[in-house]
């Protein structure tokens, strides 16, 4: 009498039913979260410094040739790194001419520090590495731009 079987009765969802919707549901929530990781990073201290670095170097932009792309990061690269102090990320970039990898290396003195820039260099797809800015001197005063 629990379960009825006619129209408007309450019965269960066939499990095929449920487990369609949970994988959607499933997918849609880590589709979200990763895109939220990337939004996260976009928008940080460290990487906006580094693709304004890339951005005012003429060598690089020529190398690499207008207009600059800036994609994804692959959150499922070991060298893509970030903890309260450091973060070391390989930012994917392209232009017209040729692609490669921004590398960025950034630190900070503590958790409510502001992050400054250590290193970053571009590394083409055939193997040129250009150096786009590094921090030079041993208390990290001078600032060198190359």
Do not use: C
């Amino acid at each position: 009498m629990m379960w009825q079987k006619y129209p408007g009765s309450r019965q269960s969802i066939p499990l095929g039913t449920k487990v369609l919707f949970g994988g959607v549901f499933g997918a849609g929530g880590f589709a979200l979260v990763y895109y939220l990781i990337q939004k996260f990073h976009s928008r940080s201290l460290y990487y906006k410094l580094a693709v304004e670095q890339l951005q005012s170097h003429p060598e690089a932009q020529e190398a690499l040739g207008p207009p600059l792309n800036i994609h994804y990061l692959k959150l499922t690269d070991r060298e893509n790194f970030v903890d309260i102090a450091d973060a070391k990320l390989k930012i994917p970039v392209s232009g017209s001419k040729s692609e490669g990898l921004l590398y960025v290396h950034s630190s900070r003195g503590g958790p409510f520090q502001r992050w400054h820039l250590d290193e970053v260099f571009l590394e083409l797809k055939d193997g040129q590495q250009i150096p786009v800015f590094k921090l030079s001197g041993e208390n990290g005063d001078e600032v060198k731009k190359e």
